[in-house]
């Protein structure tokens, strides 16, 4: 533990000792089990905000940022909780004196709220999560034409008497896959699986390029059509 987490828990602990006391000397005529039902309660209260500073709600490591997307739930549920627990206990002792079981039923139920609360942020935070997993999901396919493409290059740069109509044409293709967006469909994969296959068969055969000089030109031809129907597959 550092020292910076030490700090913290020792000022989580000083926080409530004074909590503690002052609802001890400002006790008045307050039976002991509601007194205690009360310093519970303001506990309660005084930890949802600290604990932040604990564990802080947003993991910056958390490339998906899920958890802000749940921020405001929380901080609504959190807030709402708060005020309604405090004017359960000032109406609960000093307006209508109520008994401690009919408070301790109440602020069970305020609780249960705040519970609540939290779990709906945890959904909002669980939906953000699975859409941006789901976004890289449709990214990887483009992601791969790309590598694709840039290991053809490379092999282009590596290989000579290429004729420059076939690199432009390539290069053309490079150029191009910017346009493409992400797609979650079974056919946007399977182009996408199609268009690697292809490029690695150009790849594979520029080695000759002469005696595959038809072949190459066919593969060109049908990446050409693969990616007019890959662009034209759009998620909704």
């Known amino acids: 533990m550092n020292t910076k987490n030490i700090f913290s828990w020792l000022l989580l602990l000083f926080g409530e000792a004074i909590i503690i006391t002052a609802f001890i000397l400002f006790r008045g005529s307050i039976a002991n089990d509601i007194l205690t039902l009360n310093i519970v309660v303001a506990s309660v209260i005084y930890c949802s905000f600290f604990i932040d500073i604990l564990v802080p709600w947003i993991n910056f490591q958390d490339k998906s940022h899920s958890r802000a997307g749940s921020l405001g739930i929380r ?7 708060a005020a309604s627990a405090v004017i359960a206990m000032i109406c609960g002792n000093f307006i209508f ?17 705040f519970l609540l609360g939290l779990l709906a942020a945890f959904h909002s935070s669980d939906k953000v ?11 990887n396919g483009i992601n791969e034409m790309k590598a694709a493409v840039r290991k053809l290059k490379d092999k282009i740069n590596d290989t000579n008497d290429l004729p420059e109509n076939f690199i432009s044409r390539i290069n053309t ?8 967006s992400p797609a979650n469909s079974q056919e946007a994969y399977e182009l996408e699986d199609s268009f690697v296959a292809t490029i690695n068969d150009i790849s594979f055969a520029i080695a000759n ?19 007019q129907n890959r662009k034209n597959i759009y998620s909704n």
């Open 97 to 113: 004196n109520l008994a401690f079981t009919t408070q301790l039923i109440i602020h069970c139920i305020l609780f249960f709220l």
């Open 173 to 180: 293709f490079e150029n191009n896959l910017r346009f493409i």
């Open 209 to 227: 390029f002469s005696m595959n000089e038809e072949r190459i030109e066919s593969n060109l031809k049908k990446l050409e059509r693969i990616y």
């Open 129 to 139: 999560r699975e859409v941006y997993e789901q976004e890289m999901a449709n990214r």
């Open 75 to 81: 901080w609504f549920a959190t807030w709402l909780y």
